[in-house]
DNA sequence: CTGGATCCTCCATGATACTG
DNA sequence: CAGTATCATGGAGGATCCAG
């Protein structure tokens, strides 16, 4: 298979889908990447492979049920690998697949622009607010 | 003000705040940002200045309630204007401001990741199934 | 046409306890 | 250590009605 055929698929598939549409299963997928737990999950990961452990402890506030169903539904989207390690005690491993990192730099884009615009959105708001 | 400036600001809020601490307001933006329908509707925006009913109409499946509420926090956060023509009907446009269209283009790459990765994840998805 | 206000429902999420 | 199972609940979000 030629490199083209990749993108020509791509480009099929943009064609094929259109995420503002409720039922379309993109529209499903962006809604499913559109969460809070997903971008900094995803980011996290992007530093390498962590432990379950090193991630709950990297990603501040999240509740071991919905670091496990994140990392659960990003599997199953080949988003992210888990490799079991089976020794005393177990030990679990994730990390980005390569269709995984290729979104995290996307969101790592948002990530970024949330820290370095929080200036200006609170300026906003106090504009707003007293208004 | 040079352009250094705004970026040395930027540079400087990077350090200042962190999204991984459940506490730090960018956080918080982060969290806001990360909803489908913010997303959906920032995209929308991005062709250009829309009426509410067309939004509404682009943004298929979203309620009234949560298109308001949503376009609420947008402008209040500083991402979109709402411009008001006193007419009968009223007629309302709304717009990206500069630093809502900024934020816009990294979510329009989202959007179109989701588009051009469909198939890759249903893969993906049965295979995880199948097991 | 563009919402504001209300009510109501259900689901996502958190807390807790338990296990290989 | 890395989860699973269960239960409880707050709040997101939909439906409806009304108004400028």
Redesign the interface.
Known sequence: MATTTAAA??DQ??R???????AC???M???R????W???VMV?LGEGTLRYSELSR????VSQKMLTQTLRSL?????VERRVTASVPVRVDYSLTP?GN??RE??Y?????????????????E???ER
Do not use: C, N, T
């Open positions: 698929r791509r598939a943009r094929d889908y259109d995420a503002y549409l409720a299963p993109s529209r997928l962006l809604d990447i559109s969460d809070k997903v971008s900094l996290a990297q990603v501040a506030g599997e199953r989207d080949g988003l269709l290729s979104l996307l969101m884009g948002v990530k970024l622009w949330a820290e370095s615009h929080m200036e200006e959105v609170f300026v906003a708001r504009r707003y607010d």
